[in-house]
């Protein structure tokens, strides 16, 4: 301690010399209804010298000059200064809300962050209220449809559990993955679809389609969106340049809430809902006439004989009828002293699907810890465990018949198949499958323990009045067990009888640990008149490794459905092994507010390169001109003129194992072989390369009640990784090369505007527009078609000068590759309008999301149509010659004009609303109840001719969203609510 | 009150962790695939057990991929229909409904094409492994013999398959370097290339010892010395033969192949299917009376004789119909999951030396014919015995004798009857063969 005393002596001594004036700030902090706020961060503008108010709101600050101007920021609330001297000490300060969220803190670093006012990025970020705040979100993902401009949000199918596809500003890979970085308090998190091996039932890649079609949900799902504090985006390199290789897709930084020092707050809340299928399509009405010219003739007694009975049902109704109740149960703890703060949050979700025995139960603990050891070190510990089971019921294409949406498509509604009186059901002579016993029966679960846990130490190693030194550590681990039970007793129909294969268990068993590790030092120079800085370096690395166990076992014993307790037993297991490396840094420069410019680079290197110890490096800049500090525009309505433009690059991994060539195991007779893998490996593979450039322009007006944003990309992605075709009489279907280029060109528009505030009616109202267009500028390889089943029923064309997402058929006229295009999965723009609205007591928020264009393509209809039940089968308004129905209309272009398969996906949904009233604090002391309703999904315009236009039978992989085979149909939900604190 | 605050733990601290991820930061070791051995290692480092596996991966690769070809070839050849309510394309464009063209990407005969040239590639690869290791493992030139002997006979027989489905757009022979492939051969150039890789691998059999180094699965029971797995290559090098329209050296192939008239007709090497644990299942097999349903195109028991008993090939189902196209009879060539599919049989071998006698022996085609005649529960052949009525008569033998097993549409091509085959709906047609697979187009 002795030998510490004499550094500080010595350290005080050198850098001493400061004018010796001095005086005491102080005062009181509140909100616009006089309540104190806690925790306001209040310093001295130019320096490094700052307090926090206490639980009463007071603070104290003592001033080392003469006179100073005062920053008074706290999260959530518009930034204030005053100018304080020694003889005006007092000063109360009121700080009002900040609904346009300018004031708020933007990450800009690994280790820094600006507020964004002084952003040079458009970096999009959602806050709690508007997270959780009005609706329940099924999942993380569900929350933020619609809430980021050029940010794609594609829902899978509506099986419960979730299943999403992300897509910031465009596909930025064509065989890589285009979903984004997810990072929650600093913790890298595994966002896997692992497949339960569904496969071996539905046989749905013995087709066209090699690709996995069992459409398991992503892991992102399993966070709970209400522990959420904000979501930050960053969409492309430029902002994201800092996360280097793995930020090609964007990155999305989740960070969760946390205690405040003061009065200990409990929150309750308990919602109660239902959920029911969103578009039902209705069934083909039959008559005699149409059954004796259907594939059903031989079938016209049953006809006669259900007519005669008053048996025809709805199989529609009877497979997605099921009115899913949805309970959600939720407690919030905080508080704190000034030394320790906690939040304590705990879930509870039991929510039925639409389909009978689906549905999702969750159970979700999270406990955050800030603790101030002394003046120079904080630390900050997140932890998460979660316990979530979801059934998510069989569907999606099938080459078997036993799906239930696949066996749905053939069963006309005067087939009868309800189970009898005993609940036995009976053989659909329709189908491979009775689709209700198949629902009642078979069992599809995910069931996930996971531990993310995390924290960061943070010590102030030099603080001065005009500059600081900061060590950052930060580490984490994310850690699940996945099992994945798949179930197909031998009593159902496509088991029983010598179909199938005799009852099939699927047991698969994953474990993944992401370990993420960082340390950072972080000088940070403040001036009054000149150039404030920031300076960072830091390095980082992460270990990935996933190991899954996949044991299929058929021929079951009765009803056995151990592994052991069968005849065949298969098992399959899959890793993955990655370590990376990495440093970063990067130099902040702020001139008065007014030029704020910055520059980065990182580097990485990884176990996944062809060379592994290459680094490949990324760097960024931007610079941002705030041009109301410079000028004075002489009107108190335009208060703030921003231009900015950014740079950066960021990389995409190939996927793992890109760089082997390797054999897979087959077993004749007993005895084990090798059979060389259909992909080529590639031992020189490298990371795609972004690039991207942005510009944009901020502006202020009506004193900030109305903010304007727009900004324009350009976003490259070199060195694309495609798993292009090969000549397959080489023996190799694919090979993993480094061989194309696409760029994405986009604008997004925000506006803001605060339409009225007064003290008893609050409207603000926000629009955001955002459109991308995408183009391969470069291929190395010949154009090829993929992402789907075959040409004639819709694929995707990689062709050099057109969108990698462009959607090509058969048909008349075709181009010089002998396709007709018929359209882009990619939207034409999006728009959304969300409103908050309060009046008195009653808070109304509402969010309109309207996706223009883009198409998909439906083979849900077709099924229907070939199994001759489609709801507008006998419908004419499809054949130019107004002669066939609909359905055979359809059925005769197959193969000849794939125009009738691709169809708009536009769509219009009041995706969002929520009404409550706050009871007066009258009814309860000390008790604030608010009660109210919500909705998702509610209203849906679309001419798709289906469940949903928004949808993938391919899950999240590369490009194929927007193709659809029978999936399991999305819902709309209804909530109650009722939250009380106190 | 300003002060500066420096804490020399903090420094320590700073400085331990810097290096310490500084250091990690430095090395990244290679991480092998943790999922499969590599082909490196296999080909520059192959043990004789390595080998072995080799030879039964490649055995696999045999079974795999197959039932397209089944389907494809049977259902272009009018044998039967494929009905199953998830994939159009069976009904469609394979039968050429209306408008619709095949098309060149089609799983249909993209998977079998690109599945026969896999396993050509693992052979390519255990020819590599024996050159690059026989010094290293002391193999024999005998067990050389035998490996590649093997090897080329596998070759030629995906190959031939391959040149069924691509006729006249001819093939890839010469694939043993993928990033430098050999030039498509036509249709006759391939041929003559088949039969002199089978040449190669008879002359190589009969240079190999008598017992094989490696060991071969139940379906090669009977043909898994040199010696007798000779006797199958012979067999091929016949069917070549009348491929190639040369009855004579047919004739001569069969002398050397495993033919016996008065022998089982089911004796031959089969791909062994199995519903054990991890073993390959028959995927031609569809359960009999279901809705997805392999069923017999209705000619098959119109045009059958009475007495036949080759009608068993058929069952008996409800009446199902699809997308205009109706059966009564379900295929049961392939009854279960591990039902076997053959390579090759006696029977064929007999109804080859009766097509290869007519013209120049009528007398022992009528002898051969009737052989499987009588076989099947028919009387003797009593039609006219002139070539072209005898041709007629060997091609209906061959197609009830072979139903389902893929020689119907590539026998009526030989002859150049394709337009002799039954159409069902007004618009469909009888394709020659499938396209040029689109990557190799390209």
């Keep these: 301690?002795?030998?510490?005393?004499?550094?500080?002596?010595?350290?005080?001594?050198?850098?001493?010399?400061?004018?010796?004036?001095?005086?005491?700030?102080?005062?009181?902090?509140?909100?616009?209804?006089?309540?104190?706020?806690?925790?306001?961060?209040?310093?001295?503008?130019?320096?490094?010298?700052?307090?926090?108010?206490?639980?009463?709101?007071?603070?104290?600050?003592?001033?080392?000059?003469?006179?100073?101007?005062?920053?008074?920021?706290?999260?959530?609330?518009?930034?204030?200064?005053?100018?304080?001297?020694?003889?005006?000490?007092?000063?109360?300060?009121?700080?009002?809300?900040?609904?346009?969220?300018?004031?708020?803190?933007?990450?800009?670093?690994?280790?820094?962050?600006?507020?964004?006012?002084?952003?040079?990025?458009?970096?999009?970020?959602?806050?709690?209220?508007?997270?959780?705040?009005?609706?329940?979100?099924?999942?993380?993902?569900?929350?933020?449809?619609?809430?980021?401009?050029?940010?794609?949000?594609?829902?899978?199918?509506?099986?419960?559990?979730?299943?999403?596809?992300?897509?910031?500003?465009?596909?930025?890979?064509?065989?890589?993955?285009?979903?984004?970085?997810?990072?929650?308090?600093?913790?890298?998190?595994?966002?896997?679809?692992?497949?339960?091996?569904?496969?071996?039932?539905?046989?749905?890649?013995?087709?066209?389609?090699?690709?996995?079609?069992?459409?398991?949900?992503?892991?992102?799902?399993?966070?709970?969106?209400?522990?959420?504090?904000?979501?930050?985006?960053?969409?492309?390199?430029?902002?994201?340049?800092?996360?280097?290789?793995?930020?090609?897709?964007?990155?999305?930084?989740?960070?969760?809430?946390?205690?405040?020092?003061?009065?200990?707050?409990?929150?309750?809340?308990?919602?109660?809902?239902?959920?029911?299928?969103?578009?039902?399509?209705?069934?083909?009405?039959?008559?005699?006439?149409?059954?004796?010219?259907?594939?059903?003739?031989?079938?016209?007694?049953?006809?006669?004989?259900?007519?005669?009975?008053?048996?025809?049902?709805?199989?529609?109704?009877?497979?997605?009828?099921?009115?899913?109740?949805?309970?959600?149960?939720?407690?919030?703890v905080s508080g704190g002293n000034d030394q320790t703060q906690f939040y304590v949050g705990g879930t509870y979700k039991d929510e039925e699907g639409i389909v009978r025995n689906t549905g999702i139960q969750k159970e979700s603990g999270r406990v955050n810890l800030n603790h101030k050891f002394n003046d120079w070190l904080d630390a900050s510990i997140s932890t998460n465990y979660i316990h979530s089971s979801a059934d998510r019921g069989f569907f999606n294409n099938d080459n078997t018949g036993t799906t239930m949406g696949v066996a749905l498509t053939s069963t006309p509604s005067f087939a009868q198949i309800l189970p009898d009186a005993n609940g036995n059901f009976p053989k659909n002579d329709f189908a491979a499958s009775n689709f209700l016993e198949t629902a009642a029966k078979i069992?599809?679960?995910?069931?996930?323990?996971?531990?993310?846990?995390?924290?960061?130490?943070?010590?102030?190693?030099?603080?001065?009045?005009?500059?600081n030194l900061k060590l950052i550590l930060n580490g984490g681990a994310d850690y699940y067990n996945l099992n994945t039970t798949a179930i197909f007793p031998n009593s159902l129909q496509f088991e029983r009888d010598g179909n199938g294969l005799n009852g099939v268990s699927l047991q698969g068993s994953t474990k993944n640990l992401i370990t993420n590790m960082s340390a950072f030092l972080v000088f940070s120079h403040y001036a009054l008149n000149g150039i404030s800085s920031v300076t960072q370096f830091g390095v980082s690395q992460g270990d990935f490794n996933r190991n899954t166990i996949l044991g299929t076992a058929s021929n079951l014993v009765g009803s056995q459905t151990n592994l052991d307790q069968s005849g065949t037993r298969d098992l399959d297991q899959d890793r993955l092994l990655q370590h990376d490396r990495g440093f970063f840094g990067q130099e902040e420069l702020n001139y008065k507010d007014k030029v704020i410019a910055t520059v980065g680079l990182r580097g990485d290197k990884s176990s996944n390169n062809g060379d592994v110890n290459k680094f490949y490096y990324y760097p960024k800049a931007s610079i941002a001109l705030n041009l109301h500090e410079f000028f004075d525009f002489g009107s108190d309505n335009l208060n703030q003129v921003k231009l900015r433009a950014a740079y950066g690059q960021s990389g995409n991994f190939a996927k793992f194992g890109s760089?082997?060539?390797?054999?897979?195991?087959?077993?004749?007779?007993?005895?084990?072989?090798?059979?060389?893998?259909?992909?080529?490996?590639?031992?020189?593979?490298?990371?795609?390369?972004?690039?991207?450039?942005?510009?944009?322009?901020?502006?202020?007006?009506?004193?900030?009640?109305?903010?304007?944003?727009?900004?324009?990309?350009?976003?490259?992605?070199?060195?694309?990784?495609?798993?292009?075709?090969?000549?397959?009489?080489?023996?190799?279907?694919?090979?993993?090369?480094?061989?194309?280029?696409?760029?994405?060109?986009?604008?997004?528009?925000?506006?803001?505007?605060?339409?009225?505030?007064?003290?008893?009616?609050?409207?603000?109202?926000?629009?955001?527009?955002?459109?991308?267009?995408?183009?391969?500028?470069?291929?190395?390889?010949?154009?090829?078609?993929?992402?789907?089943?075959?040409?004639?029923?819709?694929?995707?064309?990689?062709?050099?000068?057109?969108?990698?997402?462009?959607?090509?058929?058969?048909?008349?006229?075709?181009?010089?590759?002998?396709?007709?295009?018929?359209?882009?999965?990619?939207?034409?723009?999006?728009?959304s309008w969300f409103n908050t609205i309060t009046w008195k007591n009653f808070d109304l928020a509402f969010l309109w999301h309207w996706k223009k264009g883009g198409q998909a393509i439906n083979l849900s209809t077709l099924l229907f149509d070939l199994g001759g039940t489609t709801h507008d089968y006998d419908k004419i308004d499809l054949d130019p010659a107004h002669v066939?129905?609909?359905?055979?209309?359809?059925?005769?272009?197959?193969?000849?004009?794939?125009?009738?398969?691709?169809?708009?996906?536009?769509?219009?949904?009041?995706?969002?609303?929520?009404?409550?009233?706050?009871?007066?604090?009258?009814?309860?002391?000390?008790?604030?109840l608010k009660v109210g309703f919500s909705g998702t999904n509610l209203i849906n315009i679309f001419k798709y001719n289906s469940y949903d236009p928004e949808v993938s039978n391919f899950g999240s992989d590369g490009l194929s969203s927007q193709v659809e085979v029978n999936p399991f149909p999305s819902s709309k939900r209804f909530d109650f609510h009722i939250v009380a604190e106190f | 009150m300003n002060k500066y605050i420096f804490s020399i733990r903090s420094f320590y601290l700073t400085i331990t962790a810097i290096i310490l991820l500084g250091f990690s930061a430095c090395k990244i070791d290679e991480i092998l695939d943790p999922n499969g051995p590599s082909l490196e290692a296999i080909v520059n480092n192959a043990s004789r057990s390595d080998l072995q596996l080799v030879v039964t991966g490649t055995e696999s690769l045999l079974g795999k991929q197959i039932n397209f070809y089944y389907f494809t070839t049977g259902i272009i050849g009018r044998d039967l229909y494929l009905f199953t309510s998830a994939d159009p394309r069976y009904t469609g464009e394979i039968l050429g409904r209306a408008e619709s063209v095949l098309d060149n990407a089609g799983f249909y005969g993209t998977r079998p094409y690109s599945g026969r040239y896999i396993t050509i590639r693992n052979t390519n690869i255990l020819l590599e492994a024996v050159a690059n290791n026989a010094t290293k493992l002391s193999l024999t030139t005998e067990e050389v013999n035998a490996y590649n002997g093997f090897a080329h006979a596998i070759q030629a027989y995906e190959l031939h398959l391959a040149l069924n489905m691509q006729y006249q757009n001819g093939i890839r022979v010469d694939v043993a370097d993928p990033d430098h492939l050999g030039p498509f051969l036509t249709y006759d150039a391939s041929l003559t290339a088949i039969q002199s890789l089978l040449e190669?691998?008879?002359?190589?059999?009969?240079?190999?010892?008598?017992?094989?180094?490696?060991?071969?699965?139940?379906?090669?029971?009977?043909?898994?010395?040199?010696?007798?797995?000779?006797?199958?290559?012979?067999?091929?090098?016949?069917?070549?033969?009348?491929?190639?329209?040369?009855?004579?050296?047919?004739?001569?192939?069969?002398?050397?192949?495993?033919?016996?008239?008065?022998?089982?007709?089911?004796?031959?090497?089969?791909?062994?299917?199995?519903?054990?644990?991890?073993?390959?299942?028959?995927?031609?097999?569809?359960?009999?009376?279901?809705?997805?349903?392999?069923?017999?195109?209705?000619?098959?028991?119109?045009?059958?004789?009475?007495?036949?008993?080759?009608?068993?090939?058929?069952?008996?189902?409800?009446?199902?119909?699809?997308?205009?196209?109706?059966?009564?009879?379900?295929?049961v060539v392939y009854p279960t999951l591990s039902s076997p599919i053959w390579f090759m049989r006696n029977e064929e071998l007999i109804l080859i030396r009766a097509e290869a006698r007519i013209g120049t022996n009528n007398a022992g085609a009528v002898d051969d014919l009737n052989a499987i005649r009588n076989a099947h529960g028919l009387p003797d052949y009593s039609g006219a015995t002139d070539d072209a009525s005898l041709t007629d008569e060997m091609l209906k033998q061959r197609r009830y004798s072979l139903y389902a097993e893929g020689h119907r549409w590539v026998d009526m091509r030989r002859y150049g009857r394709l337009n002799q085959l039954p159409i069902d709906r007004v618009g469909d047609d009888v394709w020659q063969e499938l396209p040029r697979p689109v990557t190799e187009v390209q």
């Design chain 1, 659 to 831: 760089k082997f060539t390797t054999f897979t195991s087959g077993i004749i007779d007993g005895k084990p072989g090798i059979e060389i893998d259909a992909l080529l490996g590639n031992a020189n593979v490298a990371p795609e390369r972004q690039e991207e450039l942005e510009f944009g322009a901020d502006i202020g007006l009506l004193k900030n009640r109305l903010l304007f944003d727009i900004t324009y990309y350009i976003k490259t992605v070199s060195d694309l990784l495609l798993e292009a075709n090969v000549p397959w009489s080489s023996g190799f279907i694919t090979r993993v090369t480094n061989a194309a280029e696409l760029q994405n060109k986009g604008v997004e528009l925000g506006l803001n505007y605060e339409v009225i505030r007064t003290s008893d009616l609050h409207w603000n109202t926000r629009v955001g527009w955002w459109k991308n267009k995408a183009e391969v500028t470069k291929l190395l390889v010949p154009s090829y078609t993929t992402g789907g089943f075959a040409d004639f029923l819709g694929q995707f064309r990689i062709k050099e000068g057109h969108s990698p997402t462009e959607i090509i058929g058969v048909g008349a006229n075709p181009d010089a590759d002998g396709y007709v295009v018929y359209g882009d999965a990619e939207p034409d723009f999006q728009m």
């Design chain 1, 1 to 332: 301690m002795k030998k510490t005393r004499l550094w500080l002596f010595f350290v005080l001594m050198t850098c001493g010399g400061w004018v010796q004036a001095q005086f005491t700030a102080s005062g009181t902090i509140t909100d616009a209804e006089s309540n104190p706020l806690v925790g306001v961060t209040v310093s001295i503008r130019g320096t490094a010298i700052g307090t926090v108010s206490d639980i009463d709101g007071k603070y104290e600050l003592n001033v080392p000059t003469s006179s100073a101007t005062l920053e008074f920021s706290y999260l959530g609330y518009s930034s204030a200064t005053y100018a304080v001297t020694s003889g005006e000490n007092h000063i109360n300060v009121s700080l009002s809300e900040d609904v346009t969220r300018m004031e708020e803190v933007v990450v800009t670093g690994l280790a820094s962050s600006v507020k964004r006012t002084n952003l040079a990025n458009s970096v999009a970020s959602v806050p709690a209220s508007e997270i959780s705040g009005i609706t329940v979100p099924t999942t993380t993902e569900a929350a933020l449809y619609g809430k980021f401009t050029g940010v794609n949000i594609s829902s899978n199918s509506g099986a419960p559990g979730g299943g999403m596809s992300f897509k910031l500003r465009g596909t930025t890979s064509i065989n890589g993955s285009s979903q984004p970085l997810f990072i929650i308090d600093g913790i890298y998190l595994d966002n896997s679809s692992i497949k339960p091996g569904l496969n071996a039932v539905s046989k749905a890649q013995a087709g066209g389609a090699t690709t996995n079609q069992d459409n398991p949900s992503n892991r992102l799902a399993d966070i709970d969106p209400n522990d959420i504090e904000k979501i930050e985006i960053l969409k492309g390199a430029s902002a994201a340049a800092i996360y280097g290789s793995r930020a090609s897709g964007g990155v999305v930084i989740i960070t969760t809430k946390r205690g405040q020092s003061g009065k200990t707050t409990v929150r309750l809340s308990q919602s109660v809902g239902v959920a029911s299928i969103l578009n039902p399509q209705g069934v083909r009405e039959w008559t005699e006439e149409r059954v004796l010219g259907s594939n059903f003739a031989s079938k016209i007694d049953l006809y006669r004989q259900s007519v005669t009975n008053g048996q025809i049902h709805n199989y529609e109704d009877e497979l997605f009828g099921n009115n899913g109740k949805l309970y959600n149960s939720r407690i919030t």
């Design chain 2, 200 to 331: 190669t691998a008879a002359a190589e059999l009969g240079a190999a010892g008598t017992s094989f180094p490696f060991t071969l699965s139940s379906g090669f029971s009977g043909f898994n010395t040199p010696s007798s797995f000779r006797q199958f290559v012979k067999g091929l090098q016949a069917r070549i033969a009348i491929y190639q329209g040369d009855k004579n050296a047919a004739q001569g192939f069969l002398n050397e192949s495993f033919i016996d008239v008065a022998g089982d007709l089911y004796a031959g090497p089969f791909r062994h299917y199995s519903s054990a644990s991890g073993e390959l299942i028959n995927e031609v097999y569809r359960t009999a009376n279901q809705s997805e349903a392999l069923v017999a195109q209705p000619s098959y028991v119109a045009d059958i004789e009475p007495g036949d008993d080759r009608i068993s090939k058929v069952a008996s189902r409800d009446t199902i119909a699809l997308d205009g196209l109706t059966s009564t009879y379900d295929v």
């Design chain 1, 884 to 928: 066939l129905g609909n359905g055979p209309y359809r059925v005769s272009q197959i193969g000849v004009n794939s125009d009738v398969m691709i169809e708009d996906a536009s769509y219009i949904r009041l995706r969002e609303v929520g009404l409550y009233y706050t009871l007066p604090e009258s009814f309860l002391k000390d008790v604030k």
């Design chain 1, 443 to 467: 069992t599809n679960n995910e069931e996930v323990n996971r531990f993310i846990g995390g924290g960061s130490l943070t010590a102030r190693i030099l603080s001065g009045q005009h500059h």
